[in-house]
């Protein structure tokens, strides 16, 4: 996709064979936005992930997770943003928090990547895509479209809504300024996309994940110690939440409730004030939830991920940790 800024963008799509190659070629002309459609897998055992794309004779072929990052970070100018809807893509391994599609992508620089952590269905991905990028082309901030689109899944009341996952490297989630669109097209490309304009979100550093900061150019991380959000602000990433509270039993609404409470003071300490959360509380609370509202447990733990300080420690992985013992 080019030109993704104000109200209009330009799409163009990849003819048959849709080969690695191919797609690089395409790429080096220069896009904002890459939207890949079709088949991921991901490897317990090898702890990869893979897309299927095409060979020369348009059978399947398996590009693994370092060759298609490879291919990215040849790129003198990577898409801005890629949107990856195929199952699996954002699955990781357990045992290592690097694993899968979307970190390495935002490793090397990318400044947001949405993957999906498991199977989706494609009529959540369509659904997802069409709220996210209208939105998207309406204000510019990446993880308030994917908020706004994950809202739309969980009001058509679709299963899988907690599925799609974003990986970013804004501080402000901004991916561009719309007010750029008056100005002129040197103006955006060098203003409104420029490395100078990037900020954000999950930043992958060596080893450990944090959000905040200001990424300069491709190379520079800086950490802090939390998002900086402001607690209405984080109170509104839990509004969809307490939605759906309503929608169960009246005799379960009270548990479900103290425990989405109890959760929420927990990650706000993370998020918003710095401070470390009471780990034994969230365990509590997050099994509470596992016997009265499973589903709500996993929202929970999507919020978590976009608005926590250290989604590879705290709150995240005492809920990652029960919703694993949950399934098996």
Known sequence: MKDAVGSAAQLDFLTAPATLDRLEAD???????????????????????????????????????????GMLNRLQAPPQLMVLA???????????????????????????????????????ARQLAATFYRRLLEHGTVDLAMNEARGTLITNGRFD????????????????????????????????????????????????????????????ITTTTNTGMSAADFAKAFDVIYQRIATKPAEDQADIRDA????????????????????????????????????LLRDVADVVLATLTSPANGVLTVIRKVLEKARA
């Open 260 to 295: 989405i409470d109890a959760i929420k003071a927990e990650a706000k300490k993370e998020a918003v004030e710095g401070k470390s959360p009471d780990e034994k509380m969230v365990k509590l609370s997050a099994q509470a939830l596992v016997t009265t509202a499973p589903d």
């Open 27 to 69: 790429l080096r002309k220069g896009y904002h936005i890459l939207h890949f459609i079709g088949h991921g897998a991901f490897n317990v055992r090898t702890r990869q992930a893979a897309l299927y794309l095409q060979d020369t004779t348009g059978n399947a072929r398996r590009v693994l997770d370092a060759d298609f990052a």
């Open 86 to 124: 195929a199952c699996q893509s954002a699955q990781q391994s357990t045992n290592a928090a690097f694993t899968g599609l979307g970190p390495p992508l935002v490793q090397i620089g990318l400044p947001a990547v949405i993957a999906m952590q498991e199977n989706v269905t494609v009529v959540t």
């Open 161 to 220: 809504a907690a599925v799609p996952v974003l990986f970013m490297r804004l501080p402000a989630g901004r991916l561009w300024n719309i007010d750029t669109s008056k100005k002129t097209k040197t103006q955006q490309e060098s203003t409104a996309m420029s490395d100078q304009g990037r900020s954000g979100g999950i930043n992958f550093g060596s080893g450990d994940v944090h959000i905040g900061g200001d990424v300069v150019g491709r190379d520079k």
